[in-house]
């Protein structure tokens, strides 16, 4: 894989909420409780986890119907913000252990056990980012995924 052009590091845990709290709030949205513990949902999985099923956990949780349109409308400020990736094919969420670290998104989606391994590489973001511009095309948010079996599915 290619080299990574910026260096960042991978948080964890309290970090990581304590990272996207800041990062948020450094690009000027707000960090409000809802927010912290969808983000605390999404950062408990490994593997890309549905708005849906977020808001059943937290529903679970705290003894109150959470709606997942609320959750989708927090998912999509966290993508937008670089604090969550957006598995497209699964129509499900990941959560971005370096926030605010701009970055495309690459999977590879495992067809059998539904993991999705993030790869930053950097020469493949520009190449799909020099594909589209030589067709006069501004590419915003490139996200590929390489569908086909993990290594323990294999």
């Not at 490994?46 to 709606?67: E, Q, T, W």
């Not at 497209?88 to 056990?113: K, M, Q, R, Y």
């Not at 950097?122 to 569908?147: C, D, M, N, T």
């Amino acid at each position: 894989m290619g080299q990574h052009a910026h260096s960042h590091h991978e948080h964890s845990g309290e970090d990581l909420l304590v990272e996207a709290a800041r990062a948020l709030v450094a690009a000027g949205e707000q960090w409000t409780s809802m927010r912290e513990a969808v983000f605390a949902e999404l950062a408990r999985h490994d593997r890309p986890v549905s708005a849906y099923d977020i808001a059943d956990n937290l529903s679970a949780a705290r003894g109150k119907r959470v709606a997942p349109n609320s959750v989708y409308r927090i998912l999509d400020v966290f993508v937008a913000n670089n604090l969550a990736m957006r598995v497209e094919s699964a129509n499900a969420f990941l959560a971005n252990t370096h926030p605010g670290c701009a970055h495309d998104c690459i999977f590879l989606v495992c067809d059998e056990c539904g993991e999705a391994a993030h790869v930053d590489d950097e020469e493949v973001s520009r190449a799909v980012r020099a594909i589209a511009s030589a067709r006069q095309f501004k590419a915003e948010r490139p996200v590929l995924e390489i569908r086909g079996l993990c290594r323990a599915c294999a």
